[in-house]
């Protein structure tokens, strides 16, 4: 079973469902040729996909072109169903950082034929996502930089300032359609950089004050 941890105040949850938000960000949606939608595009991540900091992100054999997309991840700690945005960060438990690995080409395969993406953003080892801060640690989660980096070059560099669709609206958007329980995990978008890792590449992904990940992949 895989566990989110918030260091801090000795809690463990659980890893429920993974909601993951798309083209959250309006530069990246420019960059994949995606138009910026009017509501948030949404996706689920199996827990199984998760992975730990100093764990190895491995490539599927059926794909060419796996690419990161460094992201805030929010924790669900308490439940809530069709909360109102005023009311939505009550139930943030923490924050950490995440990628959203994704295999570009199997995505784009599928988009064109209209079926859906488990298989290029669930697989095995396609979350990396690290400890949780307590949430009354974050002042403001819309004014923090997102950064990754491959082999120490960087890729990404953005501010979650930048995001369409901000926190209390995705948890009550999200919350409107499934019920979101303690252990779930909301990722919320990428910023502009999304590139291809390959076997042996090193990616950091880092959100000062919230979490750093040192991600190999195989
Ligand atoms: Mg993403």
């Not at 491959?150 to 979650?160: A, I, K, M």
Request: glycine fraction near 8%; aromatic fraction near 4%.
């Amino acid at each position: 079973m895989k566990t989110a941890k918030i260091p801090a105040s000795n809690q463990e949850f659980p890893i429920g469902k993974i909601v993951c938000l798309a083209r959250n960000y309006a530069e990246h949606a420019r960059e994949l040729g995606n138009e910026t939608p009017a509501a948030p595009v949404l996706f689920m991540k199996p827990a199984s996909s998760v992975i730990g900091d100093g764990e190895a992100v491995r490539i599927p054999a059926y794909s060419q072109e796996c690419h990161y997309e460094v992201e805030l991840a929010v924790l669900i700690g308490k439940q809530c169903r069709a909360v109102a945005p005023d009311r939505a960060l009550e139930h943030v438990a923490g924050y950490g950082v995440a990628i959203d690995m994704t295999l570009r080409d199997v995505q784009n395969q599928l988009k064109a034929k209209g079926l859906p993406w488990e298989i290029a953003k669930g697989f095995d080892t396609a979350c990396p996502l690290s400890a949780f801060v307590p949430a009354g640690a974050v002042a403001d989660p819309h004014a923090l930089n997102l950064k990754l980096a491959v082999n120490g070059e960087t890729r990404q560099d953005g501010c979650s300032a930048d995001m369409i669709h901000r926190v209390p609206q995705i948890i009550a958007h999200i919350s409107a359609i499934f019920t979101l329980e303690p252990g779930d995990v909301i990722l919320t978008g990428t910023p502009a950089g999304v590139g291809p890792v390959r076997a042996g590449d090193v990616m950091t992904a880092e959100i000062v004050t919230v979490g750093r990940l040192t991600i190999p992949v195989t």
